[in-house]
């Protein structure tokens, strides 16, 4: 493999270091370079960083990937407005993975035989490349690769960034080291090759000398959930909004009892009623909102003054309309284009992604130059079922959709909350798998989930084979997890944060 052609590191050639000793190089370098930018850089400076780094990334799809050899032919790409350049979407790159890599240097086939084995959770493609797997709204897998090296920038950014109250604040880091470092835990899908899991799972060795980072699956139930996490006892909490907030549940009863100085949230809308929980169980602690996707996991960081900051160093950011034309500052766009400036190994230009976002001019209080967003998209269901003690318990997102990711051959799904405690999925499989072998499969996932959650005898899940799942009228996605039940009104049934006084969970905005 070729994979020094899309290392994307400036040192490449320059350092010669074991790979371990260059993949913290790499790490703190970036992080360095995220505070560095965010402080010194104007907009100007920004916009030059942006143009160069965008050049090279072009330069090399068009000469590395034939996709874009292809998409770009009879242009002058190199020196294009970057509006000129037509996007790509998920749909068309995995029809075209193969042609999507730099210099052939995976196969889609190669991609889904390491993604569906366990055996390889963690470990690099070829001893080179980063695989990152996702359902996403369009309801298909995707595969989405990176090279280690720019993985580790990527990464290195998004800590720089999150962690950029820390990291400036000398007291704070001369208060960890190896004598007492820094508990980082993960509250994250693990089963399989996603880009949370991903992001707790390799520690550079130079920044394991001040914080240790620990994952805690997302399907451990509740009660042994809260004793994994108050035995790690972590300074800094990372996790799902709708799951963050029955664990800020499980503090104000009393079950869990820890006291993170950091709280972080991603993947989801972080609604008015996980913020009420949260600040309630944890008043000492900074909340703040990331926003990423599998395809760029590191597109912005919130500050302290509740600012969603877009990484523009790293990444471009397009809100534009239904027919493709960029939504002003301040308006609410139809979608959004994203551009990985990093990463060379599947260069993804103009990137369409579903979520509507609004952008607002550069100006905060922290002195960041750069511009700040608000995310509106995202809007998958919380079901509310009633367990065997006769109450009814929150059932969040994330769970289903890994127990999906779990069962091969699907190639588009939903979950529909239909009726009080009646749960339908709707499936659609690939030609070589039978019909029998995927439901079995969601039987058996579906069944251990009701019963790890005392479930087993109060819902009903009834499968369903069809040629073709309904998408939403207005964003042409598929809705993945959908209720058509109600939340209970009745506060004493409930179990969960919406219980606090005077919240109730109709009142999110």
Request: some cysteine; aromatic content about 8%.
């Amino acid at each position: 493999m070729q994979a020094a052609r899309f290392l994307g590191c400036p040192w490449h050639g320059v350092l010669t270091l074991p790979p371990s000793q260059m993949s913290s190089v790499r790490f703190l370098a970036a992080a360095a370079a995220a505070l560095w930018h965010e402080r010194t850089l104007d907009r100007a400076g920004l916009a030059k960083l942006q143009k160069r780094r965008l050049a090279e990334l072009v330069n090399h799809a068009v000469t590395h990937v034939p996709l874009y050899t292809q998409l770009y032919a009879g242009m002058d790409a190199a020196n294009a407005p970057l509006g000129a350049l037509p996007p790509v979407s998920k749909s068309m790159v995995m029809q075209r993975f193969n042609e999507s890599i730099s210099d052939g240097a995976l196969t889609l086939e190669a991609a889904r035989a390491f993604g569906g084995n366990r055996a390889t959770i963690g470990k690099l493609v070829d001893g080179s490349l980063v695989l990152n797997m996702t359902s996403g709204t369009t309801g298909h897998v995707g595969y989405f690769v990176t090279a280690q090296s720019t993985w580790e920038r990527l990464r290195g950014t998004l800590f720089g960034r999150l962690l950029r109250h820390f990291l400036l604040n000398p007291f704070k880091v001369l208060k960890y080291g190896p004598w007492n470092r820094y508990r980082m835990a993960f509250v994250t899908a693990t089963g399989g090759h996603y880009i949370t899991y991903r992001l707790s799972l390799r520690n550079p060795w130079l920044s394991k000398l001040m914080m240790h980072l620990e994952a805690f699956s997302i399907l451990t139930p509740l009660a042994e959930m809260c004793r994994g996490l108050n035995a790690y006892k972590p300074h800094f909490l990372h996790g799902y909004p709708t799951f963050m907030e029955a664990l800020a549940h499980e503090q104000l009863q009393g079950r869990l009892n820890i006291h993170p100085e950091f709280v972080s949230l991603g993947s989801e809308p972080f609604t008015q009623s996980a913020r009420a929980a949260l600040q309630a169980a944890f008043p000492g602690a900074q909340i703040a909102e990331t926003y990423g996707t599998t395809e760029c996991v590191c597109i912005a960081a919130m500050c302290k003054f509740g600012k969603l900051h877009i990484n523009e160093d790293i990444c471009i950011l397009e809100s534009v309309d239904a027919q493709g034309n960029p939504v002003p500052d301040g308006k609410l766009g139809t979608r959004v284009l994203v551009t990985n400036l990093l990463n060379m190994a599947q260069p993804l230009i103009r990137y369409e992604v579903g979520d509507q976002v609004v952008v607002h001019a550069a100006g905060c209080e922290c002195g960041s130059p750069l511009k700040s967003m608000k995310v509106l998209g995202r809007s998958d269901d919380t079901f509310y079922l009633k367990g065997e003690d006769n109450r009814f318990h929150a059932h969040t997102p994330v769970p289903f959709e890994v127990l999906f990711l779990e069962v091969l051959g699907m190639r588009q799904w939903q979950l529909v909350h239909e009726t009080q405690n009646q749960l339908h999925v709707l499936y659609t499989r690939e030609p070589d798998v039978t019909a029998e072998a995927v439901e079995r499969a969601l039987l058996e996932k579906f069944s251990a989930y009701l019963a790890q959650n005392s479930l087993g005898s109060t819902v009903k899940v009834r499968v369903e084979a069809v040629e073709e799942i309904p998408r939403d009228p207005n964003t042409k996605k598929i809705r993945q997890i959908v209720s058509r039940v109600p939340p209970p009104t009745n506060a004493d049934e409930l179990s969960g944060p919406w219980r606090l006084k005077g919240h109730s969970p109709s009142s999110d905005g």
